[in-house]
């Protein structure tokens, strides 16, 4: 009977033993891998924010200084950071929203300068409350301007310039309320009351400024917009020397056409009309009348997914008692390459001529000296290079 025991047992660690062996070198179970961590993006989608932002550079050089002829670039030789933005926005289809756009640079301090703040390195381009329902848009707070083909954000523009009509005959931004109703899914049309031409507070008068307009987009090849600013503008109100402010009044035409998907062309008009400033004059009521008419025409074109070029031309008309001020013609050519060595980032390479009449020397050619008494010089053309890095990034 032992020896019958001895013998299963013996056959059945045989049996077991490779098993044990191999479950002996086999590794441990591995352990249980962690909850993923859900990215930065997942989390905003799922809140309903949507980020964006850009960071722009540049180094240009003038043979002279533009001044009040260009915008963001005005002066002669120098390295900038123009512009770092971030914007965050809520905005629901339905509900309660809103939308903040903060930026850092130069393009801040001269914007906080054209609203009339102290002019910091740091500003508000947007920040707003938006109400949406059904067809209707709803914002009350401070956003930019309907008008024109170029904006403030630098990364939104073929050019690193940017128009005569941006800088002299169009608005950069609103305080106020805008209303936006989609008629149907080719027509928009916008209506709104604010303090002004780039107030951030109430104008000296308390007159508020309308705001019309309308887009048309019957297909993905062609679309219009139209916008009419009127209101009065206090800028220039001095009780001390008699001057009242103006009235303005803006009409603003956009059209765009995608021949190809590879080339666009843009075209920009722009009537303006300041009256009742006092400025031919020494009596505060009269009504000098000025008009300053101009177009802009852009041809985009992309040779590859990383290389483009943007060509612009315009040609802008001064009629008036303020001659003097602005000249009564001028014209202005700008070419722009860019490349894109990675997606995102964009270098921008750039060449801008500005002419006026042979009779209007109203660019700054050079500073003078008042320890030598050599008086600044003037001409009537300006010429520019330009190069700029833009990086851009959005979430979701």
């Given at each position: 009977?032992?020896?019958?025991?001895?013998?299963?047992?013996?056959?059945?660690?045989?049996?077991?033993?490779?098993?044990?062996?191999?479950?002996?070198?086999?590794?441990?179970?591995?352990?249980?891998?962690?909850?993923?961590?859900?990215?930065?993006?997942?989390?905003?989608?799922?809140?309903?924010?949507?980020?964006?932002?850009?960071?722009?550079?540049?180094?240009?050089?003038?043979?002279?200084?533009?001044?009040?002829?260009?915008?963001?670039?005005?002066?002669?030789?120098?390295?900038?950071?123009?512009?770092?933005?971030?914007?965050?926005?809520?905005?629901?289809?339905?509900?309660?929203?809103?939308?903040?756009?903060?930026?850092?640079?130069?393009?801040?301090?001269?914007?906080?300068?054209?609203?009339?703040?102290?002019?910091?390195?740091?500003?508000?381009?947007?920040?707003?409350?938006?109400?949406?329902?059904?067809?209707?848009?709803?914002?009350?707070?401070?956003?930019?301007?309907?008008?024109?083909?170029?904006?403030?954000?630098?990364?939104?523009?073929?050019?690193?310039?940017?128009?005569?009509?941006?800088?002299?005959?169009?608005?950069?931004?609103?305080?106020?309320?805008?209303?936006?109703?989609?008629?149907?899914?080719?027509?928009?049309?916008?209506?709104?009351?604010?303090?002004?031409?780039?107030?951030?507070?109430?104008?000296?008068?308390?007159?508020?400024?309308?705001?019309?307009?309308?887009?048309?987009?019957?297909?993905?090849?062609?679309?219009?917009?139209?916008?009419?600013?009127?209101?009065?503008?206090?800028?220039?109100?001095?009780?001390?020397?008699?001057?009242?402010?103006?009235?303005?009044?803006?009409?603003?035409?956009?059209?765009?056409?995608?021949?190809?998907?590879?080339?666009?062309?843009?075209?920009?008009?722009?009537?303006?009309?300041?009256?009742?400033?006092?400025?031919?004059?020494?009596?505060?009521?009269?009504?000098?009348?000025?008009?300053?008419?101009?177009?802009?025409?852009?041809?985009?074109?992309?040779?590859?997914?990383?290389?483009?070029?943007?060509?612009?031309?315009?040609?802008?008309?001064?009629?008036?008692?303020?001659?003097?001020?602005h000249p009564s013609h001028i014209v202005e050519g700008t070419a722009t390459i860019g490349y894109s060595p990675v997606?995102?980032?964009?270098?921008?390479?750039?060449?801008?001529?500005?002419?006026?009449?042979?009779?209007?020397?109203?660019?700054?050619?050079?500073?003078?000296?008042?320890?030598?008494?050599?008086?600044?010089?003037?001409?009537?053309?300006?010429?520019?290079?330009?190069?700029?890095?833009?990086?851009?990034?959005?979430?979701?």
């Amino acid at each position: 009977m032992r020896n019958t025991t001895r013998a299963i047992t013996a056959a059945v660690i045989v049996a077991i033993a490779p098993r044990l062996l191999l479950a002996a070198d086999a590794p441990a179970a591995a352990a249980p891998a962690p909850p993923a961590v859900p990215a930065l993006s997942d989390l905003l989608t799922g809140w309903g924010l949507t980020t964006s932002g850009e960071f722009a550079a540049s180094y240009y050089h003038s043979n002279g200084y533009p001044g009040s002829f260009h915008a963001f670039d005005e002066d002669h030789d120098t390295l900038q950071l123009d512009e770092a933005g971030l914007q965050i926005g809520y905005q629901p289809k339905q509900g309660i929203g809103g939308y903040v756009d903060i930026i850092a640079g130069t393009d801040a301090q001269i914007l906080n300068g054209a609203e009339g703040n102290s002019p910091s390195y740091v500003g508000l381009r947007q920040g707003y409350l938006q109400y949406a329902t059904g067809p209707l848009t709803v914002i009350a707070g401070k956003f930019v301007t309907l008008a024109g083909a170029e904006v403030i954000n630098p990364a939104q523009n073929t050019n690193f310039s940017r128009s005569m009509l941006f800088q002299l005959l169009e608005p950069l931004t609103h305080t106020g309320l805008r209303a936006t109703y989609a008629v149907s899914d080719t027509v928009s049309v916008i209506v709104g009351v604010n303090n002004g031409w780039n107030y951030t507070d109430v104008a000296t008068s308390g007159s508020k400024t309308g705001e019309f307009g309308a887009t048309y987009t019957p297909n993905k090849i062609l679309s219009f917009a139209v916008t009419g600013y009127i209101g009065k503008d206090d800028s220039n109100a001095n009780a001390e020397v008699n001057l009242p402010g103006q009235q303005l009044s803006l009409i603003d035409l956009v059209a765009t056409y995608n021949v190809t998907s590879a080339l666009t062309v843009i075209l920009n008009i722009d009537a303006k009309q300041s009256s009742g400033d006092g400025l031919a004059g020494t009596d505060a009521s009269t009504h000098d009348t000025t008009h300053t008419d101009g177009f802009a025409a852009y041809a985009n074109y992309a040779f590859t997914d990383s290389l483009r070029t943007s060509i612009r031309f315009e040609y802008l008309a001064n009629h008036g008692p303020d001659d003097t001020v602005h000249p009564s013609h001028i014209v202005e050519g700008t070419a722009t390459i860019g490349y894109s060595p990675v997606k995102n980032f964009e270098i921008r390479g750039e060449l801008r001529y500005d002419k006026a009449q042979t009779d209007d020397a109203i660019f700054l050619r050079s500073l003078g000296s008042d320890s030598s008494e050599t008086p600044p010089t003037f001409a009537n053309n300006n010429f520019e290079f330009a190069l700029q890095g833009v990086y851009k990034f959005s979430s979701p």
